[in-house]
């Protein structure tokens, strides 16, 4: 397991703390672990699994003859 910060994520992802706590907020987050009411802990291997759900398949065109 390797547990990552608030601000470990946002710098993963490429996001702000403060986008990562909307994302909390709503409940469109990957599982953690609430270890006190300020410290949150995500498992790398949860957002990467929540990561991999979030993929969207571009629709394929069909070429014109």
């Known amino acids: 397991m390797q547990l990552m910060s608030i ?3 946002a710098l993963y992802l490429g996001d702000s703390k403060r986008t990562i ?3 909390i907020a709503s409940g469109d987050c990957p599982p953690y672990i609430k270890l006190s009411a300020k410290n949150i802990k ?3 291997a949860d957002v990467d699994t929540w990561l991999e759900s979030k ?3 571009p629709n394929k ?3 014109k003859s």
């Open 7 to 9: 601000e470990d994520l």
């Open 21 to 23: 706590y909307k994302y």
């Open 42 to 44: 995500f498992d790398r």
């Open 55 to 57: 993929k969207i398949e």
């Open 61 to 63: 065109t069909k070429e």
